[in-house]
Structures are given as C-alpha cells and as structure tokens.
Nanobody
Framework: QGQLVESGGGTVQAGGSLRLSCTASRITFSEGIIAWFRQGPETEREFVAAITSTDGTWYGEVAKGRFTIARDNVKSTINLQMNRLKPEDTAVYYC??????????????????WGQGTQVTVSS
C-alpha cells in the first residue's frame, strides 16, 4: 500500500513563508489528484489546494492569493508554497491522494490515502 509523507512544517512569524512537501512511496503522483488539507485546533479539516495529474490547480478560499501548489518533477514531490502567513493558518497540514475526476473534490471523503500531517504554527 502506498504512503504519503509531509514535511516542511515549523514555526514562523506572521507575514513569513513556509514550503511544505508531500512525498510518496510505493505509489506515483502521475495519476489521481493530490490535495492539501489542514486542521486547526477545534476545527474541521478543510481543503487548501489540489493539483491534478495534468497540473491543473485548485485553491480553497483560505489559500487564494497566498499559497501555491506545484509539482517538483526532479524531487518527485508535491509542494505547497505558503506566503504571507497569518496566525489563523496555524494547523496540521495533510496531503492526500484521490482518484482522478473532472471536478476536483474538496471534501475529505473523496481522498482515500492520507499522510500523517505536519504542524504549521504562525506566531503573531
């Protein structure tokens, strides 16, 4: 069975940047949709961004204008570049893999494979 591993989390001051990476083992990113979700304290897991196998990208409202999802073919990772971070971006960030679809799903139930998450903390 495949596995996803997130990395790149940490603590940053408000206004700073972080880049998260999602690495796969025993599966490939060439098929399906890879998404980033996040779950803050006492909140439900919410959609952040996704990228399809043809590099189409979708963003949740929390990410528009500040975050960028991209594929790094050299390192075989899916990265989430997060700029102008805010304290409310504090959360555990997860990458997930779902099946290819004409419309990118934004609900957790559409994604079958999840990583363990990486903590992002933004201080004010």
């Amino acid at each position: 069975q495949g596995q996803l591993v997130e990395s790149g989390g940490g603590t940053v001051q408000a206004g700073g940047s972080l880049r998260l990476s999602c690495t796969a083992s025993r599966i490939t990113f060439s098929e399906g949709i890879i998404a980033w979700f996040r779950q803050g304290p006492e909140t439900e897991r919410e959609f952040v961004a996704a990228i399809t196998s043809t590099d189409g990208t979708w963003y949740g409202e929390v990410a528009k204008g500040r975050f960028t999802i991209a594929r790094d073919n050299v390192k075989s990772t899916i990265n989430l570049q997060m700029n102008r971070l805010k304290p409310e971006d504090t959360a555990v960030y997860y990458c997930a893999r779902g099946l290819s679809s004409d419309r990118v799903p934004t609900t957790t139930g559409a994604y079958a494979l999840w990583g363990q998450g990486t903590q992002v903390t933004v201080s004010s």
